[in-house]
């Protein structure tokens, strides 16, 4: 499934991508370095408001709170603005509760507008306070780390973690615009760049070889935050996963591919207590469910070891073993696993590098089921 691209720089090199939500209307990402020049006009243009305020966590916004707000001009001239701590113990109820009450203090009403800025836990917490507050206020995400970026600003989804489990309380708020500016990135310390790129090699392995081999040769730039290719990537990222976000309705279930190396990655991240960090705990699932298309003869050989060295060029771990000191406990999070069905976790598999496996034409899918055997197999080598 190689995903059609047809991203062509606008003026001062920026890009944009037009997302597809479910009530078929469309948000645009704009992506390039310097970008924040267009924060204005784009907020006059897609999402006019009374008020401004200007959320993130207190990491980002000592940074970059001063360059967004004054970019925010003439759109509105001095935007209240809110803070929470960084990290994704923010992510939470109670971190929800008060700012939605900081809001009302603010008397902000419903011709307001929230703009998230920050990474992830920014733009899902930021994302849900406005899904919620008034029964649902415009906002706009500028994401400031590269899984915020590639990942999370696209989709829709906001929402919190709670004591039984990490984004359970949620809701489906599509942001009015999306304004990447990778030049807010070069603060972004290298490992959580890193991080970012566990997605950004997912994106190559699930829908186009050549990306992967871009980013893989690329990787000690985009590691150094170049801004140019970082811009590049992530504007190829941001249609793939937008092209498959929007066609998921009319082929069912094909959100589904962004899925890959995910399952058995959300079972390590479990089983390391979260210890190990989701892109990291991608990268070994990757690796993994590579290795279980082989094995299973349904991925070309060789497969896994193209993913290994994208990983290792972005410096992401790729030896599982030391994440699998007890493959039971593995095993058991595998099978809690909300998409584990009848005892058989469900896997996206490859059929090679750029191409999902869609199983026999008689009953066509995008994930499969496993016998836990051929599972417990590739864990206990
Ligand atoms: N909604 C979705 O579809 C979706 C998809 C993927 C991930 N997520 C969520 O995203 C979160 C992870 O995102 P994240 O990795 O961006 O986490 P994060 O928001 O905690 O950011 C990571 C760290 O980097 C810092 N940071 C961010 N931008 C920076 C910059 N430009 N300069 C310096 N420091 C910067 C932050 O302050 C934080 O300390 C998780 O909560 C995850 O559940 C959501
Ligand atoms: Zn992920």
Same mark, same amino acid.
């Given at each position: 499934m190689l995903i059609p691209s047809t991203l062509r720089a606008e003026a001062a090199g920026t890009v944009r991508v037009r997302v597809a939500t479910s009530d078929g209307s469309r948000y645009p990402v704009q992506v390039g370095a310097g970008a924040l020049v267009d924060l204005s006009d784009l907020l006059q243009r897609e999402a006019r408001a009374h008020r401004y305020v200007l959320m993130g966590d207190d990491r980002v916004m000592g940074l970059h709170g001063d360059t967004v707000a004054e970019a925010m001009a003439p759109a509105t001239a001095d935007p209240a603005r809110l803070t929470f701590p960084a990290g994704e113990a923010a992510k939470s109820r109670e971190e929800w509760s008060r700012l939605t009450d900081q809001l009302l203090e603010l008397e902000v009403g419903r011709d307001g507008c929230i703009v998230a800025l920050g990474g992830g836990v920014s733009g899902d917490l930021v994302g849900f306070v406005a899904a919620t507050y008034m029964r649902g206020l415009p906002v706009v995400q500028v994401p400031t780390s590269l899984v915020a970026m590639v990942d *999370? *600003?696209?989709?829709g989804k906001t929402g919190v973690d709670v004591p039984l489990g990490k984004n359970l309380v949620g809701a489906f708020h599509p942001p009015r615009f999306v304004l990447a500016d990778t030049h807010l990135a070069r603060t972004l310390p290298r490992e959580e760049r890193s991080q970012g790129l566990a997605e950004v090699v997912k994106h190559g392995a699930i829908a186009d070889e050549d990306y992967l081999d871009q980013v893989r040769d690329g990787a000690g730039e985009l590691l150094q935050g170049a801004d140019e290719l970082t811009a590049r990537v992530v504007a190829r990222s941001v249609e793939i996963k937008s092209w498959v976000v929007s066609k998921d309705e009319r082929e069912g279930s094909l959100r589904q591919v962004l899925n890959f190396g995910h399952t058995l990655g959300h079972a390590l991240e479990a089983a390391s207590d979260y210890e190990l960090p989701h892109g990291s705990a991608v990268a070994l699932g990757m690796i993994l469910e590579a290795r279980l298309g082989e094995a299973l003869k349904i991925t070309e050989a060789g497969t896994a070891e193209v993913l290994v060295q994208a990983l290792e060029a972005v410096e992401l771990p790729v030896d599982p073993s030391t994440a699998m000191e007890d493959p039971d406990r593995i095993l058991a999070h595998l099978s809690r696993d909300k998409k584990v069905r009848g005892g058989r976790p469900r896997f996206v598999l490859l059929d090679r590098i750029g191409e999902v496996h869609r199983g026999p034409s008689s009953s066509p899918a995008w994930s499969h089921q496993v016998p836990i055997e051929a599972v417990r197999d590739l864990l206990e080598v």
């Open positions: *999370s *600003s696209v989709g």
